[in-house]
T-cell receptor, first 111, second 113 residues
Framework: AQTVTQSQPEMSVQEAETVTLSCTYDTSESDYYLFWYKQPPSRQMILVIRQEAYKQQNATENRFSVNFQKAAKSFSLKISDSQLGDAAMYFCARGNNDMRFGAGTRLTVKP | DSGVTQTPKHLITATGQRVTLRCSPRSGDLSVYWYQQSLDQGLQFLIQYYNGEERAKGNILERFSAQQFPDLHSELNLSSLELGDSALYFC????????????FGAGTRLSVL
């Protein structure tokens, strides 16, 4: 099975600090997409950031950026200047139409 | 608001029963995806439809079925329900262009008692 692994079930960060969430994946495809989704207590799934595998440049969306290492099949999410509203479950996902999700990392932001 | 509408928001039923979950995709989106999220777990991909045709199948039980109608809304049918089917069921839609971004509805919480 082509899996997505998030090795950190829980992470904690101080407000205004930086935190990195890890994700590794397995795929036999050469072209695919990677995503980070945020799920706050409302349970709504919100797209945070997207990376196309054929692009070497790491994606960035405001305070969110990724470190994409294609050879290592690694796709980590860095959150800078963490805010209380960033507290949520974060899911890494891989794929095109057949999306595979990791088990999630619960991020706590301490004031 | 993602533009994807799921109804109902909550559903409580008994074991052995059958329920239907409904999803209206974003305007213009041709693909609909169904996911199951059990308590404190990740999302499990169930099935994808594109413009009325089944396109991809994941970990969907034989007791579950889905369809996409000509107006592109989709329904997920769950039958012979078991306690373990209690979960949050998400629908997502995408344009099915290269960007492949999926937009999620708010989910239907199913409780099987």
């Amino acid at each position: 099975a082509q899996t997505v692994t998030q090795s950190q079930p829980e992470m904690s960060v101080q407000e205004a600090e930086t935190v990195t969430l890890s994700c590794t994946y397995d795929t036999s495809e050469s072209d695919y997409y990677l995503f980070w989704y945020k799920q706050p207590p409302s349970r709504q799934m919100i797209l945070v950031i997207r990376q196309e595998a054929y692009k070497q440049q790491n994606a960035t969306e405001n305070r969110f950026s990724v470190n994409f290492q294609k050879a290592a099949k690694s796709f980590s999410l860095k959150i800078s200047d963490s805010q209380l509203g960033d507290a949520a479950m974060y899911f890494c996902a891989r794929g095109n139409n057949d999306m595979r999700f990791g088990a999630g990392t619960r991020l706590t932001v301490k004031p | 608001d993602s533009g994807v509408t799921q109804t109902p928001k909550h559903l409580i039923t008994a074991t052995g029963q059958r329920v239907t979950l409904r999803c209206s995709p974003r305007s213009g989106d041709l693909s609909v995806y169904w996911y199951q999220q059990s308590l404190d777990q990740g999302l499990q991909f169930l099935i994808q439809y594109y413009n009325g045709e089944e396109r991809a199948k994941g970990n969907i039980l034989e007791r579950f079925s889905a369809q996409q109608f000509p107006d592109l809304h989709s329904e997920l049918n769950l039958s012979s329900l078991e306690l373990g089917d209690s979960a949050l069921y998400f629908c997502a839609s995408s344009e099915d262009r290269e960007e492949n971004i999926q937009y999620f509805g708010a989910g239907t919480r199913l409780s099987v008692l």
